[in-house]
């Protein structure tokens, strides 16, 4: 079973919504990263939503998700809220996992209200919480000034992207995925990437290029777990090690070797399981009955 729905932010913005899988399974919230949409979770979306409801959305500029100018990371957390409010019943509990950008969200939204009222867990996927740029090695130059400089003109370039071509896929898999991802996994991010507006990917890397999000890891209480691939380019391992240290109640750190960022389309098993894992564990097992609506 499978549904959309339209969510609207606190500042008026719309947000397209899937909702898959059975309507009284477990619940599961996927937030993607930059330059993507729910398109990047098909095999999560497929697998689990056999026995959970696997809410997935569009962040704002991307998908169907509408473009608007105000992004920033309250923007972020504005909308996974929206979105929280919009499929899920009052006390209701989910697992929410965000991948890069959408492991941002997270980290911006933790501490509210929706938030807490309905986060039972986290997943925070291939993503960091500040220094994205003086971190990143897709610039193959020794860490530095020059390093940081070219990183953030790549991550704000408003250069369009052009046509999925074999150069383009080759720099792609080079920036962002593993050495031994499969050329089917690089043609899905490749379509995924350049299906971007470019204004969308433009505003929302300068933001990643100055993200400082410290003060949300630690008002992240609900347990969260941190999953990364060792060949990670974009957020290198350095990243989930810190966010590993800061949280206030870490649920464990996975580690994908061989693997680059995009860890949901390259190890589509491994994140699929632990995202069951962590639903079994801090959903499903811990979970008070929910109040619906009216009741």
């Known amino acids: 079973m499978s549904r959309t729905l339209q969510a609207t932010s606190a500042d008026g913005a719309r947000l397209h919504v899937e909702v898959h899988g059975p309507e009284d399974a477990p619940a599961v ?37 509408p473009y608007s100018a105000a992004c920033s990371t309250d923007a972020l957390a504005d909308d996974l809220e929206a979105v929280l409010a919009a499929t899920l019943a ?16 997270i980290m911006a939204a933790a501490g509210r209200p929706r938030f807490e009222e309905h986060a039972a867990a986290a997943l925070l996927c291939s993503t960091g919480s500040g220094r994205l740029t003086a971190e990143a090695r897709v610039v193959p130059l020794r860490a530095g000034r020059a390093r940081t400089w070219l990183t953030g003109r790549i991550l704000g370039s408003a250069l369009p992207l052009g046509p999925v071509t074999p150069l383009a896929r080759k720099i792609l898999k080079y920036a962002t995925m593993g050495p031994g991802a499969a050329p089917h996994q690089v043609d899905a991010c490749a379509r995924i990437v350049h299906a971007c507006p ?59 070797f061989g693997v680059g960022h995009m860890t949901p389309v ?30």
């Open 90 to 105: 009052r006390g209701e509990r989910a697992l929410v996992a965000g991948h890069s950008m959408g492991g941002m969200t």
């Open 266 to 295: 390259e190890a589509p098993e491994a994140v699929t399981g632990r995202i069951r894992e962590l639903v079994t564990t801090y959903v499903t097992g811990n979970t008070p009955a929910t109040v619906k609506e009216g009741a």
């Open 29 to 65: 919230v996927l937030s993607h990263g930059w330059t993507c949409s729910t398109a990047f979770w098909d095999a999560q979306i497929r697998d689990l939503a056999r026995d959970h409801r696997v809410i997935a959305y569009d962040q704002r500029g991307h998908g169907r998700s």
């Open 198 to 256: 470019r204004a969308a990917r433009h505003v929302w890397g300068a933001v990643l290029d100055r993200l400082d999000l410290d003060h949300g890891v630690r008002r992240l209480t609900v347990p969260t777990a941190v999953l990364h691939g060792t060949a990670d380019r974009l957020t290198p391992p350095v990243h989930a090690r810190a966010l590993l240290a800061a949280l206030p109640q870490g649920a464990g750190l996975t580690e994908l």
